[in-house]
T-cell receptor
Framework: SQQGEEDPQALSIQEGENATMNCSYKTSINNLQWYRQNSGRGLVHLILIRSNEREKHSGRLRVTLDTSKKSSSLLITASRAADTASYFCATDAGSWGKLQFGAGTQVVVTP | DTEVTQTPKHLVMGMTNKKSLKCEQHMGHRAMYWYKQKAKKPPELMFV???????INESVPSRFSPECPNSSLLNLHLHALQPEDSALYLC???????????FGDGTRLSIL
């Protein structure tokens, strides 16, 4: 079963614009992770943010975590056509990395 | 190229067939996972192996039988599958708790 929800379900932007997607979850977590999935491929890990962290950056990616609101956001700055993919948040509540994924946000970046 | 290798990439089988999916990683990870993903849906966890022992089975039907012969290999044996089992089957590995998972590109399974 899914732990949380993602918003929006789909996002269409032009190259150079920023893309923001949100993730909400229901239970306490050890960490929250974001993954990208290109069509027909496996998932690629983007960022892991631990429950005691509030913000993390990796290149053009910025992730925030608000444990009081049980929510996280992923910001992709200066988007490129290659960023076109589905993005999933996943919560890790322990037990050997048992991840529960959100429904995902489908992002389309047009040149 | 991913560091987790899954074979075959595609598999078509009848409901009476027996087949196996294979997964291999050489990153020294001690946890390995099987997920099932339907189109336009998130991955759903099926099994977790830690130190080559089955630690989580998410109430998966017995027609799916996992096996971990050694720390680098993970198999999923399939028997008497149903059409609704058609999906992308993903394998992943990690160093353990609080660590990211590395995914293979999956096996796309079609049941006739």
């Amino acid at each position: 079963s899914q732990q949380g929800e993602e918003d929006p379900q789909a996002l269409s932007i032009q190259e150079g614009e920023n893309a923001t997607m949100n993730c909400s979850y229901k239970t306490s977590i050890n960490n929250l992770q974001w993954y990208r999935q290109n069509s027909g491929r496996g998932l690629v890990h983007l960022i892991l943010i631990r429950s005691n962290e509030r913000e993390k950056h990796s290149g053009r990616l910025r992730v925030t975590l608000d444990t009081s609101k049980k929510s996280s956001s992923l910001l992709i700055t200066a988007s490129r056509a290659a960023d076109t993919a589905s993005y999933f948040c996943a919560t890790d509540a322990g037990s050997w990395g048992k991840l529960q994924f959100g429904a995902g946000t489908q992002v389309v970046v047009t040149p | 190229d991913t560091e987790v290798t899954q074979t075959p990439k595609h598999l078509v089988m009848g409901m009476t067939n027996k087949k196996s999916l294979k997964c291999e990683q050489h990153m020294g990870h001690r946890a390995m996972y099987w997920y099932k993903q339907k189109a336009k849906k998130p991955p759903e966890l099926m099994f977790v192996y830690s130190y080559e022992k089955l630690s989580i089975n998410e109430s998966v039907p017995s027609r799916f039988s996992p096996e971990c012969p050694n720390s680098s290999l993970l198999n999923l044996h399939l028997h008497a599958l149903q059409p609704e089992d058609s999906a992308l089957y993903l394998c992943a590995s990690s160093q353990g708790n609080n660590q990211p998972q590395h995914f293979g590109d999956g096996t796309r399974l079609s049941i006739l």
